[in-house]
């Protein structure tokens, strides 16, 4: 199957630094990307989507301005967590989707990346 | 709304023995439904999907679900369970065939036992 990588996998910073996840299609083009939240014994919540070259289109409650999403490339998508504060330790998951056919497209997930904030 | 309950947080077995993992949905239309398993350091797999058609369907690794539209339910089953099957699994109902959302479930972590 289809590969997606992320990077870093676990990530500590500061109070009010920022903080860039990249989430990476290693074998197929990836036009649409999906970027989730997932909170100890909770379910993965999805925070965005993303196609390739357009905008983000986010899911209701998630804020645009802390959570920035660049997908620039058909094999690279970015998630920047910006001015991060101790709530918004979690584990992010992407995945992604190439292009579709008409017919089944399944989503590849990466392995998540941890975020602690101090 | 939309929602995917999986009612057991934790299950434990013996390998060997056989295992079911329940998953109940609310959805309005035709559900598509997927099962999905995630191991420590590895992203989501999925393991089986269900558009329409036969209500029992066959995925990787020995695993199979039944759709029961009457019970809103959609469990996952394997008949002899190995200790390799230790993870984490995750039922969903998606949007549509491209799944452009999914809506996941809690989670049941299985734990086996040799």
């Known amino acids: 199957g289809a590969v997606v990588s992320q990077h870093p996998s676990w990530v500590i910073c500061k109070s009010g630094t920022s903080v860039k996840i990249e989430c990476r299609s290693l074998d197929f083009q990836a036009t649409t990307m999906f970027w989730y939240r997932q909170f100890p014994k909770q379910s993965l919540m999805l925070m965005a989507t993303s196609n390739e070259g357009s905008k983000a289109t986010y899911e209701q409650g998630v804020e645009k301005d802390k959570f920035l999403i660049n997908h620039a490339s058909l094999t690279l998508s970015t998630l920047t967590v910006t001015s991060a504060h101790p709530e918004d330790s979690s584990f992010y998951i992407c995945s992604a989707r190439g292009m579709t056919s008409g017919s089944y497209n399944e989503q590849f997930f990466g392995p998540g990346t941890r975020l602690t904030v101090l | 709304a939309q929602s995917v309950t999986q009612p057991d947080i934790h299950i434990t077995v013996s390998e060997g023995a056989s295992l079911e993992l329940r998953c109940n949905y609310s959805?309005?239309?035709?559900?598509?439904l997927f099962w999905y398993v995630q191991s420590p350091g590895q992203g989501l797999q999925l393991l089986l999907k269900?558009?329409?058609?036969?209500?029992l369907v066959q995925g990787i690794k020995g695993f199979e679900a039944e759709f029961k539209r009457s019970q809103s339910s959609f469990n996952l089953r394997k008949p002899s369970v190995h200790w390799s099957d230790a993870a984490e699994y995750f039922c969903?109902?998606?949007?549509?065939?491209?799944?452009?959302?999914?809506?996941f479930g809690t989670g049941t972590r299985l734990q086996v036992f040799p």
């Open positions: 269900y558009f329409s058609g036969d209500t």
């Open positions: 969903a109902v998606g949007d549509g065939r491209n799944t452009d959302k999914l809506i």
């Open positions: 959805y309005g239309a035709t559900p598509y």
